[in-house]
């Protein structure tokens, strides 16, 4: 059964949404602000996400950017905002379709229909990732030499491992692991990834592997 993920303020929008999805035999989850709608994805792996670009909390626009530094999941994109310029932003985000409200609920099945054909969402995950001289089982939770990480630097290592290449920005890891109203907490990731580094890294100094993208965010190299 295909996953779908719900994202708008609008309780009847989602209602709406929930029943006729179901209905045709998709599997529903809804979230009702942005730093909910990343925690879904990373927790629940959908299929696919419909997203409204208001939020209360962050712009879709940032959700967007958020996973696209993680997951190429889908997103159809559902707002109020008609405008091109918010079209062509939400898509060059990452969007893969952009519907406009009011919308026909046979239209919008019509376009999740097209954007599931033409999209593959199914990654490989790694089971465990070499990282430098030591190996981390993401499965198991542990580190090959002894290591011992804490529930935060895991929480923190283990998106940067299983996205290798790219950069997952610094308001996204920090929505992931403390919440949104510490998205502005930026000294927390460098006081963690220090700590990353001298446990992981041969020459902490001058990490290989964990890489700060100045301004950003982080990413980890293979």
Same mark, same amino acid.
């Given at each position: 059964?295909?996953?779908?993920?719900?994202?708008?303020?609008?309780?009847?929008?989602?209602?709406?949404?929930?029943?006729?999805?179901?209905?045709?035999?998709?599997?529903?989850?809804?979230?009702?602000?942005?730093?909910?709608?990343?925690?879904?994805?990373?927790?629940?792996?959908?299929?696919?996400?419909?997203?409204?670009?208001?939020?209360?909390?962050?712009?879709?626009?940032?959700?967007?950017?958020?996973?696209?530094?993680?997951?190429?999941?889908?997103?159809?994109?559902?707002?109020?905002?008609?405008?091109?310029? #918010?079209? +062509? @932003?939400?898509?060059?985000? =990452?969007?893969?379709?952009?519907?406009?409200?009011?919308?026909? !609920?046979? $239209?919008? %099945?019509?376009?999740?229909?097209?954007?599931?054909?033409?999209?593959?969402?199914?990654?490989?995950?790694?089971?465990?990732?070499?990282?430098?001289?030591?190996?981390? #089982?993401? +499965? @198991?939770?542990?580190?090959? =030499?002894?290591?011992?990480?804490?529930?935060?630097?895991?929480? !923190?290592? $283990?998106? %940067?491992?299983?996205?290798?290449?790219?950069?997952?920005?610094?308001?996204?890891?920090?929505?992931?692991?403390?919440?949104?109203?510490?998205?502005?907490?930026?000294?927390?990731?460098?006081?963690?990834?220090?700590?990353?580094?001298?446990?992981?890294?041969?020459?902490?100094?001058?990490?290989?592997?964990?890489?700060?993208?100045?301004?950003?965010?982080?990413?980890?190299?293979?």
């Amino acid at each position: 059964m295909t996953r779908i993920l719900v994202v708008d303020d609008e309780p009847q929008i989602l209602r709406a949404l929930r029943i006729n999805l179901a209905a045709r035999h998709y599997e529903v989850a809804v979230a009702a602000d942005g730093s909910s709608a990343l925690r879904q994805a990373a927790d629940w792996r959908p299929d696919l996400i419909v997203l409204d670009l208001g939020l209360p909390d962050i712009d879709g626009v940032d959700v967007i950017h958020g996973l696209r530094g993680w997951t190429r999941v889908p997103i159809v994109v559902l707002s109020g905002r008609a405008g091109n310029e #918010d079209k +062509v @932003g939400a898509l060059d985000a =990452g969007a893969d379709d952009y519907v406009t409200k009011p919308f026909g !609920i046979d $239209e919008l %099945l019509a376009r999740i229909r097209a954007v599931s054909r033409r999209t593959s969402v199914q990654e490989a995950e790694p089971a465990a990732v070499r990282l430098g001289d030591r190996t981390v #089982d993401l +499965v @198991g939770k542990t580190v090959s =030499g002894g290591i011992r990480l804490t529930p935060t630097e895991w929480h !923190i290592l $283990e998106i %940067l491992l299983r996205n290798p290449g790219k950069l997952i920005p610094q308001r996204y890891l920090l929505t992931q692991v403390w919440g949104s109203k510490h998205v502005k907490e930026t000294h927390y990731l460098r006081q963690y990834m220090a700590q990353l580094r001298r446990k992981l890294e041969r020459d902490p100094a001058h990490p290989r592997h964990l890489i700060t993208e100045p301004g950003m965010g982080y990413r980890y190299v293979p």
